[in-house]
Antibody, heavy 121, light 109 residues
Framework: QVQLQESGPGLVKPSETLSLTCTVS?????????WGWIRQPPGKGLEWIGS???????YYNPSLRSRVAISVDTSKNQFSLTLSSVTAADTAMYYC??????????????WGKGTTVTVSS | QTVVTQEPSLTVSPGGTVTLTCAFS?????????PNWFQQKPGQAPRPLIY???KKHSWTPARFSGSLLGGKAALTLSRVQPEDEAEYYC?????????FGTGTKVTVL
């Protein structure tokens, strides 16, 4: 059974960098697929942040591209998110998910439970 | 900026049928967008329901179905149960990026 678990600081100061890690169990990241991050501000909808293939191909939300980076550590079976120059608008629940491409299908089938990040001084 | 729009809210009676739609700001939604649908209940992570327009995950109840309708992706809930009350989000894939819809709050009343 594939499981994802987010971890990282729950509080980040404005203008600093947010860093989160997603630990994958039950599936080796090096076996394939994309691995993505999604966030949800309090009381608002879902926003895709970006997805990265273990071989390095990466796609980012154009509205966040200048501040975001996703990386993969296959030795630890983890992938990470960094978001720089954060503001209160980056306060959200952050989810990681497995992002599966196929010949005639795409889906995000396994999600972590999410981790809350608050940006405040 | 690309926007994917859903109905803000819909109300349905138990046992009834309701259809949610997902519209793309710059044109029609086609199967090439591989529309996905998710259900989210308060305090929970989104739960995948439908992918690639109409395909169901192994855990998706039979009463949920996906389609294309009038240039939009659609999710139909049939024989609605009280536990179907939730927020529903669509997700479109295009050009390597992914965009979530604005979400529809479904109330079972």
């Amino acid at each position: 059974q594939v499981q994802l678990q987010e971890s990282g600081p729950g509080l980040v100061k404005p203008s600093e960098t947010l860093s989160l890690t997603c630990t994958v169990s039950g599936y080796a990241i090096s076996s394939g697929y994309y691995w993505g991050w999604i966030r949800q501000p309090p009381g608002k909808g879902l926003e895709w942040i970006g997805s990265m293939h273990h071989r390095g191909e990466t796609y980012y939300n154009p509205s966040l591209r200048s501040r975001v980076a996703i990386s993969v550590d296959t030795s630890k079976n983890q992938f990470s998110l960094t978001l720089s120059s954060v503001t209160a608008a980056d306060t959200a629940m952050y989810y990681c998910a497995r992002d599966v491409p196929g010949m005639d299908y795409y889906y995000m089938d396994v999600w972590g439970k999410g981790t809350t990040v608050t940006v405040s001084s | 900026q690309t926007v994917v729009t859903q109905e803000p809210s819909l109300t349905v009676s138990p046992g009834g049928t309701v259809t949610l739609t997902c519209a793309f700001s710059t044109g029609s939604v086609t199967s090439s967008f591989y529309p996905n649908w998710f259900q989210q209940k308060p305090g929970q992570a989104p739960r995948p329901l439908i992918y690639s327009t109409s395909k169901k995950h192994s855990w998706t109840p039979a009463r949920f179905s996906g389609s294309l309708l009038g240039g939009k992706a659609a999710l139909t809930l049939s024989r609605v149960q009280p536990e179907d009350e939730a927020e529903y989000y669509c997700l479109l894939y295009y050009g390597g990026t992914r965009v979530f819809g604005t979400g529809t709050k479904v109330t079972v009343l």
